[in-house]
């Protein structure tokens, strides 16, 4: 028993106290007027009481999860203790009413599936209680005939609202279930989506989605009540605010914004936020933002856009972000005429050289270095940018003038000279890099053009240099890029010819051998000087093809004289060789091939290189001296003193002649050299058994001093300048013939100034 009076059983029976005692005092009062059944006084009153308390008792034992089985017991006692009460009054077949208490109190606890089994009980106890009206074991306050037909019609009424009951809570139950079931898909949808879902009324947040935690790391409380501008990212509110007034005058009006917001552990996220505004709508009076993370997808776009304008390598900008920077910067400058703006094309020298003996990853290691250089030498406004290839460019923005443009080239000319290790390779690389200074109303095009001359012009004046652009130097451009064109065509057309100048024995004025000087006869310009020519034909790689003619051409040419003028010994021939010739072609096979076709004697070679190609790469350069000695060919160094002034290297290659440069010559005389270092060259020359040339000999003082110095062998216009075949077999004829003047005058080969300046083999 103690199981059934629980404290849900009395606080039931509490909540029912008041239904009872109303109950109660309608009982006494009918009793006092005689209208019920005689009975004793208390048994009704009785009766009531212990009632409720089992009714509250079943209530509580089988309450809101009773099985069917609970809830047909509990049905039962419910039903039971309300039909001894109404027979005990008498009225029991009028009372059956009363049944809908049962009906409304259990569908309250278990809802439709209660009604059937209250009303099946309900009509059973009143057919039970009418049988004991009939056998006389229950009181009737009427003839029990009557009582009967309204019991029929009590428990018809009883049956038919009860069942009017069910079907209205099962409809309700099915809405219910419906809108649970939605509600709950809802639930978690707001719970699981990625987005944020924000109620803003007024200025604060009024309701956040659970879902801010996962997105945003704030809790729920963190984000009610807070001002909503808070949370976005101080130079995005003014954005937000204007977004949000423009949605302010329409109801139900939407719109997407794109916005900062500050995550709680401190970085900023950006979000797309869907913004709805029901300010109108009294159930949420305010706007509905639907805020979804779009970070990585902004950084995507973001990496994306710097692919689309920044070179890979390096990460510095494309030539078209450079572009069009230049455009913005020429569009303003229009603006700003205080200021000035250049542009800096930076060229690298002999990058192609690393690539291609250190490989591409030193090269790529280089580009890198000169980047990072670069960066160094520019403020946060200017723009660095790698064109392609070994092609920088820099755009100084607003300078106070164009002195601030040659700075920067000059720095970066310094910082380059700095030698780097990359991949355990010490490397240092030059730059060429030509200036523009963008002037007023110019167009991009020009001004970049601009600066590509003049970067064309710092290349062709020795590398290592900048020169500031200059509307002169269009017209040389213009000219050397026709030049190039014309010397491509000269190959092809075989307008080249080589002039021979005799090398003589200093003693008596003998012709030893001739120097092969290679003239272009240029179809337009006439005859014109290697000193023009040589360095564009290295440049492009023309010296190769060209180089191996002179050489067939050279010998083939003394092999004739030689049969032809008997002289002793035989005329030899001296050819110059490139740099370019020396470690790109294939000197030894095209020696040897000139030699094979022509039949001259090796011996009767000699090749005459510069020092500046002998000192490049120098365990490769001895390994092709040798292989050239090998083929019997003497070897000379040409221009000695005008390169590096290490007398080391001379010991270390097989050479047999050096030639003294002009400039030492000429000094001499003229007091600008002294003559101790001449002689001290002339006796370096003796001490290692090679033969000295004075080259550029004009007058006969110099003659003197150079045959007191016991140099053996001369050349230069004192003894003859360069001539074509003709003369030089009448000069070679003359000698045979006995002729001694040691000075011959030949018709002058070259009509422009020949200036004997080596032209950077
Ligand atoms: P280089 O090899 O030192 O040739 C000597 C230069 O001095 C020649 O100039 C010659 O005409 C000049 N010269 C000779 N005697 C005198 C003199 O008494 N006074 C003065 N002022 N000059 C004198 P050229 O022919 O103009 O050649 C200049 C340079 O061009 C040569 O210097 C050589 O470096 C290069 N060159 C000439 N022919 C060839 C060639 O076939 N192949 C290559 N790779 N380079 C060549
Ligand atoms: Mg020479
Ligand atoms: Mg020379």
């Not at 018809?156 to 649970?180: D, F, Y």
């Not at 949808?189 to 801010?212: H, K």
């Not at 076709?597 to 500046?612: D, V």
């Amino acid at each position: 028993m103690g199981a059934w009076i629980t404290p849900t059983t009395a606080e039931r029976f509490r909540r029912h106290l008041p239904e009872l005692v109303a109950v109660l005092a309608v009982v006494l009062l009918l009793d006092r007027t005689g209208l019920v059944v005689d009975q004793p006084a208390w048994l009704v009153p009785l009766l009531l009481v212990l009632g409720a308390g089992v009714i509250s008792a079943a209530f509580s034992r089988w309450g809101a999860e009773a099985t069917d089985e609970d809830l047909r017991l509990r049905a039962m006692v419910q039903v039971a203790v309300l039909t001894i009460i109404t027979y005990a009054t008498g009225w029991g077949f009028a009372l059956a009413m009363v049944q809908l208490f049962a009906v409304a109190d259990n569908v309250k606890y278990s809802g439709s599936r209660a009604v059937r089994p209250v009303l099946a009980w309900a009509v059973g106890g009143l057919a039970l209680g009418q049988l004991a009206v009939a056998a006389d074991l229950l009181p009737s306050a009427i003839d029990p005939t009557a009582s009967h037909t309204i019991a029929v019609f009590s428990g018809l009424v009883l049956v038919l609202v009860g069942t009017r009951i069910r079907r209205m809570t099962v409809a309700k139950e099915e809405v219910e279930a419906e809108l649970s079931g939605s509600e709950a898909r809802f639930r978690s949808l707001v719970q699981q989506s990625s987005d944020v879902i924000m109620v803003i009324g007024g200025a604060q947040v009024t309701y956040v989605s659970p879902s801010v935690e996962r997105v945003m790391g704030y809790r729920e409380d963190e984000v009610v009540d807070r001002p909503y501008l808070d949370l976005v990212h101080p130079d995005d509110r003014q954005a937000v605010v204007d977004f949000v007034i423009s949605l302010m005058p329409t109801p139900g009006a939407t719109g997407l914004v794109e916005f900062r917001l500050l995550h709680a552990d401190g970085h900023w996220m950006t979000v797309e936020s869907n913004c709805h505004n029901l300010l109108h709508d009294p159930q949420v009076g305010g706007f509905v933002t639907t805020c979804r993370d779009i970070s990585d997808r902004k950084a995507l776009e973001s990496e994306l856009e710097h692919r689309a304008f920044h070179d890979a390598l390096t990460g510095l900008a494309n030539r078209a972000l450079f572009r069009d920077r230049v455009e913005h910067t020429l569009a303003r400058s229009t603006r700003d005429i205080d200021l000035t703006y250049g542009v800096l094309y930076v060229d690298l020298d002999s990058f192609k050289a690393i690539n291609d003996t250190l490989g591409h990853a030193v090269g790529d290691g280089v580009l890198n270095h000169v980047a990072d250089l670069l960066r160094e030498c520019i403020r946060d406004v200017d723009t660095a940018a790698r064109l392609g290839g070994d092609e920088f460019a820099i755009l100084l923005d607003g300078m106070k003038d164009q002195s601030g443009a040659a700075r920067v080239a000059s720095r970066i000319l310094e910082g380059l000279k700095r030698p780097v290790t990359i991949r355990g390779h010490e490397v240092q690389v030059d730059a060429s890099i030509g200036i523009a200074i963008a002037e007023p109303g110019q167009d991009a095009e020009t001004f970049l053009r601009n600066a590509d001359i003049a970067m064309y012009m710092a290349k062709s004046a020795g590398k290592g240099t900048y020169e500031i652009f200059e509307p002169s130097m269009h017209l040389q451009v213009v000219e050397r890029l026709t030049m190039e064109a014309d010397l491509q065509h000269a190959v092809d057309r075989g307008e080249f010819v080589l002039h021979y100048q005799p090398i003589v024995e200093l003693t008596d004025g003998t012709i030893r051998g001739v120097e092969a000087l290679v003239r272009w006869n240029h179809p337009e310009r006439g005859m014109v000087s290697p000193a023009e020519f040589i360095p564009l034909a290295e440049e492009t790689g023309l010296i190769i093809p060209m180089g191996r003619w002179i050489l067939r051409e050279a010998c083939r040419q003394v092999t004739d004289w030689q049969t032809r003028f008997d002289t002793e010994p035989p005329l030899s021939v001296s050819v110059n060789v490139s740099m370019r010739q020396f470690s790109h072609g294939d000197i030894v096979r095209d020696v040897r091939e000139a030699l094979e076709e022509s039949g001259l004697a090796p011996g009767s070679l000699t090749l005459e290189l510069t020092e500046s190609a002998l000192v490049q790469d120098t365990e490769a350069t001895i390994a092709l001296l040798h292989q050239l000695k090998a083929l019997g060919v003497r070897l000379a160094v040409d221009d000695f003193g005008t390169g590096y002034s290490s007398l080391a290297y001379l010991q270390r290659f097989p050479l047999d002649v050096l030639k003294i440069d002009r400039s030492f010559v000429e000094g001499m005389v003229s007091g600008a050299q002294s003559p101790a270092l001449v002689r001290a060259i002339v006796e370096i020359g003796h001490s290692l058994h090679l033969e000295t040339v004075a080259e550029g000999i004009e007058h006969d003082e110099e003659l003197t001093q150079f045959r007191a110095l016991h140099c053996s062998l001369g050349q230069g216009y004192l003894f003859a300048r360069p001539g074509g075949q003709a003369d030089i077999e009448h000069l070679i004829a003359d000698r045979a013939r006995g002729r001694a003047d040691l000075t011959v005058e030949l018709a002058v080969d070259l009509p422009v100034d020949e200036s004997a300046a080596s032209p950077g083999r």
